[in-house]
């Protein structure tokens, strides 16, 4: 036996273990959200069960296996961070994902870098997860306040919405979000009366709405999500207020709709990339996912964000066949195109922004829809290299200039 031979032998002898080690220790995925508050239905159980089946999917493919886990962040800057420093530093998880409410996600995003872990952000808003906060350790999937705020903008000016007043979330998402739709209001050559800023986790938005009815706007635009945004429609449809004003509503999906009611919200615009009435592929992984769910619920776009992402993010770790590098696994999955049957084809940028096309829905009538959920029909779609922040604006430090 040659001296090459027997050296190679004793090498793959000693390199056994670790292989070994390596195939048997689960990927760790923590999916971290609000479970209990505003956002407990666009995120939360919902989120969990995607990840759940991208694993599950990914590993009818693959013998790599994988653990998700899961947390209640409440809302609290302080619990979110403190959960996910927990998770990465001692608790061996590799990945946090979802993270609805944008201050909690810009405190992960730093933890990840520090740590060199992995953050998907697909329930955050914030655009400044691929701007000046940027990181080699992040990627921003689903939506941002920017794509949401110039979209929503266009359709509702080129209705003839030039006059605009805002009830504002009171914390980064919602500013985030007013400023990018005012800065294409004024672009347009429209006009922003005014904003009143409401706490997070509101029961009574009366006196916000009665503020912006005084403004005489021709446009009310809600800058909230979730539970909060629920509870202003419901409260503005009471008060005959849908009938009078344009309401966009940014972070507007099938839950809200379904919540409030057709006749309330009918003529309501969203811009979303993934709606599950779509094709044969988004009803198939609907029905999929809606059975699983406690209370049988639609996904909505963030939710199949996070099955979507967690998909690409496993295939990267198989390329790289370790999840410890965190700025390796993110660099992988911007190299690889990305494809699933939810979002279909797409690109990681420099930044980290995933873009693909969005679409633009509306509410349907009443007497449009033929079932529970059947809530809305498409009216256009924007480009995937329109749809987003242009790369060179954003201040992100990892583009080149």
């Not at 239905?41 to 693959?62: C, H, N, P, R, W």
């Not at 446009?219 to 539970?227: D, E, F, Q, R």
């Not at 690109?347 to 509410?363: C, F, N, Q, S």
Request: with cysteine.
């Amino acid at each position: 036996m040659s001296a090459r031979v027997i050296f190679t032998a004793v090498l793959l002898l000693l390199l056994a273990p670790s292989v070994v080690r390596a195939q048997s220790t689960p990927v760790k995925i923590g999916v971290l959200n609000d479970q209990s508050g505003v956002y407990a239905d666009d995120q939360g159980t919902g989120s969990v069960i995607a990840a759940q089946l991208a694993a599950e999917d990914f590993a009818k493919k693959s013998n790599m296996p994988v653990e998700v886990t899961t947390a209640d962040h409440q809302n609290k800057v302080d619990v979110g961070t403190a959960i996910a420093r927990r998770w990465l530093e001692r608790e061996g998880v590799e990945m946090i994902i979802d993270v609805p409410n944008s201050a909690i996600a810009l405190g992960v995003n730093t933890l990840a870098r520090d740590l060199n872990k992995v953050f998907i952000a697909s329930g955050a808003g914030t655009a400044d997860l691929t701007g000046k906060a940027c990181t080699p350790n992040t990627v921003h999937w689903t939506y941002d306040t920017w794509e949401l705020g110039h979209s929503i903008a266009k359709a509702v000016f080129a209705r003839g919405g030039n006059t605009w007043y805002f009830i504002t979330a009171d914390y980064t998402f919602g500013k985030d979000l007013e400023a990018n739709a005012s800065e294409e209001i004024t672009k347009l050559g429209g006009q922003v009366l005014g904003a009143v800023r409401a706490p997070l986790g509101a029961s009574d938005f009366s006196s916000f709405l009665l503020q912006a009815q005084s403004a005489k706007p021709k446009v009310i635009a809600l800058a909230n999500a979730g539970g909060d945004l629920t509870n202003t429609l419901k409260q503005a449809a009471e008060f005959g207020l849908t009938d009078k004003f344009q309401m966009p509503s940014f972070v507007f999906n099938p839950n809200n709709a379904r919540a409030i009611g057709l006749r309330a919200a009918q003529g309501v615009l969203a811009a979303a990339p993934f709606y599950w009435d779509s094709n044969d592929a988004t009803r198939d992984f609907s029905k999929r996912y809606q059975e699983r769910h406690p209370r049988k619920m639609m996904p909505n776009d963030m939710q199949a964000g996070v099955y979507s992402a967690t998909t690409h993010y496993l295939k990267a770790v198989a390329s790289v066949n370790s999840a410890t590098d965190g700025k390796a696994i993110v660099a992988k999955m911007k190299e690889l195109p990305t494809d699933d049957p939810l979002f279909g084809k797409g690109v990681i940028r420099a930044d980290g922004r995933k873009i693909h096309p969005i679409h633009l829905y509306e509410v349907k009538k009443p007497t449009e829809a033929k079932a529970e959920w059947d809530t809305f029909k498409l009216i256009s779609t924007i480009p995937a290299e329109q749809a987003f922040r242009p790369l060179s604006e954003g201040g992100c430090p990892l583009v080149k200039s």
